[in-house]
């Protein structure tokens, strides 16, 4: 039972290129996030989505986008990347119904150069 | 919209001494509360939570209190351990119609020997 599984977990890249992170969850819930931490910025929201089909922005959308596959998985994509997308984001998903607990991925750690 | 408040860091404290981590927030309705705390080199892992006014969250000697009168929910613990030495994020669930999850900055504390 892996819970959350984020791919890759190290990634540089150069200003300009493209990538898309992987997530997937196994715990079966409808609602999946992508966080991006910064230091000094703690957990900021990229964009959400509360059910198959569906996503919304979060606080930081700009420069991103995603993709719902299914309700297992949520990809984060980075069309053209920048220097201030350098970061480490994670997935999350709640464990059992909105409102509890978040279950992490363990992070994307990405440059851009 | 709703947010979060965390006392800035870094927090610097002797081996067993009194901690507290202040956190506010803005929320209407009842929104679940956590603290989340993430050792280095990892992800986030819940500490405690609180679902409603007046409970009490509790985990490895650390509690936090969900006061609705003063919107807060401040983290303490009695006798800290240089084990303890993390970053530590207050967070809630949204109430707003949305299905968001809002951490704050995250402080840092470091305990010495």
């Known amino acids: 039972n892996a819970g959350v599984t984020q791919t890759p977990k190290f990634q540089v890249l150069k200003t300009g290129q493209s990538m898309t992170l992987q997530c997937a969850q196994d715990m079966n819930h409808n609602s999946m996030y992508w966080y991006r931490q910064d230091p000094g910025m703690g957990l900021r929201l990229i964009y959400y989505?509360?059910?198959?089909?569906?996503?919304d922005k979060g606080e930081v959308p700009n420069g991103y986008n995603v993709s719902r596959l299914n309700k297992r998985e949520f990809s984060l994509r980075l069309e053209s990347a920048a220097p201030s997308q350098t970061s480490v984001y994670f997935c999350a998903t709640p464990g059992r119904s909105y409102g509890e607990k978040l279950f992490f991925g363990s992070g994307t750690q990405l440059s851009v150069l | 919209g709703n947010s979060v408040t965390q006392m800035e860091g870094p927090v610097t404290l002797s081996e067993e001494a009194f901690l507290t981590i202040n956190c506010t927030y803005t929320?209407?309705?009842?929104?679940?509360l956590f603290w989340y705390v993430q050792y280095p080199g990892e992800g986030l892992q819940l500490l405690l939570k609180?679902?409603?006014?007046?409970d009490k969250g509790s985990n490895k000697g650390f509690e936090a209190t969900y006061r609705k009168e003063t919107t807060s929910f401040h983290l303490e613990k009695g006798s800290v351990q240089v084990s303890d030495s993390a970053v530590y994020f207050c967070?809630?669930?949204?109430?707003?119609?949305?299905?968001?999850?809002?951490f704050g900055t995250g402080t840092r504390l470091k305990v010495l020997a």
């Open positions: 929320a209407t309705g009842y929104p679940s």
């Open positions: 989505s509360a059910s198959e089909g569906t996503t």
């Open positions: 967070a809630l669930s949204s109430t707003s119609g949305t299905y968001k999850y809002i």
């Open positions: 609180a679902t409603k006014a007046d």
